[in-house]
């Protein structure tokens, strides 16, 4: 599979928003398997932890409760890209973040509250820094 490439990270005051895109996120099985699209962030000496994913076969998408109505993940089919979209964030919100792409599942909720065992690979990430 592809190695993605996220951007869009940077420094913003708590409180403001972020769009992070995720390109070249394939997955090396071809259709009909459908897999989970994740974001993931991880901050200094801890694990990636899950922030969001959404399901190729209906869209259906899904989200950390620290994170719940604050984000929104989406994608663009045409251009291949996955998006997060970041609103009212907070000092917590500080972490590098990934993007990648699961192994094929016919079950959304296999998307839902996932580790990242079953997702890559793993690009550089982009840096989320929010102050106050």
């Known amino acids: 599979a592809q190695v993605p490439v996220e951007s869009g990270g940077g420094s913003v005051e708590a409180g403001g928003s972020l769009r992070l895109s995720c390109a070249g996120l394939r997955s090396t099985y071809s259709l009909p398997n459908n897999h989970c699209m994740g974001w993931f962030r991880q901050y200094p000496g801890t694990a990636r932890e899950w922030v969001a994913s959404?399901?190729?076969?209906?869209?259906?998408?899904y989200y950390a409760d620290s994170v719940k109505g604050r984000f929104t993940i989406s994608r663009d089919n045409a251009k291949n890209t996955l998006y997060l979209q970041m609103n009212t964030l907070k000092n917590e919100d500080t972490a590098m973040y990934y993007c990648?792409?699961?192994?094929?599942?016919?079950?959304?909720?296999?998307?839902?509250?996932?580790?990242?065992?079953?997702?890559?690979?793993w690009g550089q990430g982009t840096q989320v820094t929010v102050f106050s």
């Open positions: 959404i399901y190729t076969g209906g869209g259906n998408t």
């Open positions: 990648a792409v699961s192994r094929p599942t016919p079950n959304p909720n296999r998307c839902n509250g996932v580790d990242d065992s079953a997702f890559g690979p």
